[in-house]
């Protein structure tokens, strides 16, 4: 089955530290992964795309097919970067959707 | 370039009742998404358009839901009679094209329509 799991529900860090938000999927083809984003009050936007290896406002994700991970890391956490975050699968036609992680960044 | 736009942003209504929202992708965009959020959970498809075909409505309960998108640009979704279990955020997205891969591609979220039944 298609599925994509997000472990932490929560990841509170202070600002300056290290940030990882885990990500593992299952799927039998050649998949697709994405990060999502949604800030307070905003609507979900497309963080990052593993196709596209780049780095966005500091976070990168590499896709590890022998572990079926897509974790998201950003080395010095902002205050900023406080927000829901989504790992999706493109299955094809739709993208599915992890339950998101919460990251909050204090000072 | 406008993003896309969805309205009621938010709907109270009791059970048994019916409710509408309707979602303007952006200009442009061949493929129109609607997606259903739960509190506690991510988005999950109800219903993929491509113009005004349907490519995929295979998690829709059509006992109760329906959508429709007329002329291949805006897009309405119905539910009638509403459960408790509907309650959720519904939320329109674009793209495009169809999911192929690629950068070109990004789908594109409006700020959802929240529906709360009781």
């Known amino acids: 089955a298609q599925r994509v799991t997000q472990p932490e529900k929560l990841l509170s860090v202070f600002k300056g530290a290290p940030v990882e938000l885990k990500c593992n999927y299952s799927?039998?083809?050649?998949?697709?992964l994405f990060w999502y984003v949604q800030y307070s009050r905003q609507r979900l936007q497309l963080l990052l795309r593993h196709i596209s290896r780049e780095s966005i406002k500091g976070f990168t994700a590499d896709l590890n097919k022998g572990e079926t991970s897509f974790h998201l890391k950003k080395p010095f956490a902002q205050e900023e970067d406080s927000a829901m975050y989504y790992c999706?699968?493109?299955?094809?036609?739709?993208?599915?959707f992890g339950k998101g992680t919460t990251l909050s960044v204090s000072s | 370039e406008a993003g896309v736009a969805q309205s009621p942003r938010y709907k109270i209504i009791e059970k048994r009742q019916s409710v509408a929202f309707w979602c303007n992708p952006i200009?442009?965009?061949?493929?129109l998404y609607w997606y259903q959020q739960i509190l506690g959970q991510g988005p999950k498809l109800l219903i993929q358009f491509q113009n005004n075909g349907v490519v995929d409505d295979s998690q829709l309960p059509k006992d109760r839901f329906s959508a429709e998108r007329l002329k291949g640009v805006d897009s309405t979704l119905k539910i009638q009679p509403a459960k408790l279990e509907d309650s959720a955020v519904y939320l329109c997205?674009?793209?495009?094209?169809?999911?192929?891969?690629?950068?070109?591609?990004?789908?594109?979220f409006g700020e959802g329509s929240w529906l709360t039944v009781v």
């Open positions: 997205a674009s793209s495009l094209r169809d999911r192929r891969r690629g950068p070109g591609n990004t789908i594109y």
């Open positions: 999706a699968l493109s299955a094809g036609t739709a993208l599915i």
């Open positions: 799927y039998s083809g050649s998949p697709e």
């Open positions: 200009s442009g965009h061949a493929t």
